[in-house]
T-cell receptor, first 116, second 113 residues
Framework: KAGVTQTPRYLIKTRGQQVTLSCSPISGHRSVSWYQQTPGQGLQFLFEYFSETQRNKGNFPGRFSGRQFSNSRSEMNVSTLELGDSALYLC???????????????FGQGTRLTVV | AQKVTQAQTEISVVEKEDVTLDCVYETRDTTYYLFWYKQPPSGELVFLIRRNSFDEQNEISGRYSWNFQKSTSSFNFTITASQVVDSAVYFCALSEASNDMRFGAGTRLTVKP
């Protein structure tokens, strides 16, 4: 069974540009979450998508957005990049069972974004 | 508000020593989930264990064991007879009603041969 796949693995962008990161979840998983990891702030939740709908959102500015497609693949977009957006962006997929049953999340290897 | 504290920033041990990684959490919910993840240098977070708030049984998986104590809001992780391959950053995480996880700052474990 294939794991969570994130592309690209590495990315270098210039301030002011925008970037799109992609995540393919484990087959059968319909919940996809995104996290940002930086040395200063640690791992922070960005947003979660389930069945193409954003279910939950972390405390990030509107420059950070995402979407999920009917095949559960997800993309996140960051517009008007700032130096502080340099981070490892991790995607996680989980088998959401509905209600209040949080299952374990499986993570991809991440996309390391460097903004110069 | 939910919060996870991993007070140990870095731990260094010699191979075959036992080591315990501490995790203390705060939550107002009665239903919540606790997790441990391992992050090797390659970057991906590797799932180790999930525990829900109604299950206080300790768990052992090979050299790994977890001690969940609601009375002290702790979910500690012990590695017995540590090996060099255990070197990584270990994260404790908490989730409540929503599916997002609040992570601790992580503990960097170095196991020296």
């Amino acid at each position: 069974k294939a794991g969570v796949t994130q592309t690209p693995r590495y990315l270098i962008k210039t301030r002011g540009q925008q970037v799109t990161l992609s995540c393919s979840p484990i087959s059968g998983h319909r919940s996809v979450s995104w996290y940002q990891q930086t040395p200063g702030q640690g791992l922070q939740f960005l947003f979660e998508y389930f069945s193409e709908t954003q279910r939950n959102k972390g405390n990030f500015p509107g420059r950070f957005s995402g979407r999920q497609f009917s095949n559960s693949r997800s993309e996140m977009n960051v517009s008007t990049l700032e130096l502080g957006d340099s981070a490892l962006y991790l995607c996680a997929s989980s088998l959401f069972l509905g209600g209040h049953t949080n299952t374990e999340a499986f993570f991809g290897q991440g996309t390391r974004l460097t903004v110069v | 508000a939910q919060k996870v504290t991993q007070a140990q920033t870095e731990i260094s041990v010699v191979e075959k020593e036992d080591v315990t990684l501490d995790c203390v959490y705060e939550t107002r919910d009665t239903t919540y989930y606790l997790f441990w993840y391992k992050q090797p240098p390659s970057g991906e977070l590797v799932f180790l264990i999930r525990r829900n708030s109604f299950d206080e049984q300790n768990e052992i998986s090979g050299r790994y064991s977890w001690n969940f104590q609601k009375s002290t809001s702790s979910f500690n992780f012990t590695i017995t007879a540590s090996q060099v391959v255990d070197s990584a950053v270990y994260f404790c995480a908490l989730s409540e009603a929503s599916n997002d996880m609040r992570f601790g700052a992580g503990t960097r474990l170095t196991v020296k041969p």
